[in-house]
């Protein structure tokens, strides 16, 4: 189990923290009212999913004692109009969020080991978690 707290400080720069001890910050731009000390929420999703993939691969090419020689991922969300969606299943009326891959993978592969780590690639368990959608519990207190 993952755990995480997060705590305002000033304006929209939040201190999110982890049970083993790892401090970071995350903040809106300042066009947005924050004061930019950090990424924002969705720079700090698209890093663990990122950071996730590049992990993944990683470990798998060490396992298979493939040459794997470096990971390079760069990801991109935006918004866009369902109708604008060529490849989306979802046929909801309105805008959908779309996150947006392009990852380059180091190394001297096979046709075989290239057709395996593309599927590693999109296997990570932060992108099983985004694929598949999440069951959000909401506790809210007033203290």
């Given amino acids: 189990m993952s755990t ?14 982890t049970d083993t001890g790892h401090q970071w910050t995350a903040d809106e731009p300042s066009d947005l009212g924050g004061t930019d000390t950090g990424p924002n929420p969705y720079e700090l999703l698209l890093g663990s999913l990122a950071a996730c993939t590049t992990i993944t691969l990683s470990m798998y090419a060490k396992r298979k004692g493939w ?3 470096g990971v390079q991922v760069h990801y991109e969300h935006d918004r866009i109009h369902v109708d604008d969606c ?12 779309r996150i947006v891959s392009d990852i380059t993978i180091h190394g001297d592969f096979d046709d075989t080991q290239r057709a395996r780590l593309r599927q590693v690639a999109a296997s990570c ?3 099983k978690t985004l694929a598949k959608g999440v069951h959000l519990v909401d506790n809210v207190s007033f203290g």
């Fill in 86 to 97: 060529a490849d989306c299943e979802d046929h909801q009326r309105g805008f959908i969020d």
């Fill in 125 to 127: 368990p932060v992108h």
């Fill in 67 to 69: 040459p794997l020689q």
């Fill in 4 to 17: 995480i707290s997060a705590e305002l400080r000033e304006g929209y720069a939040v201190t999110l923290s």
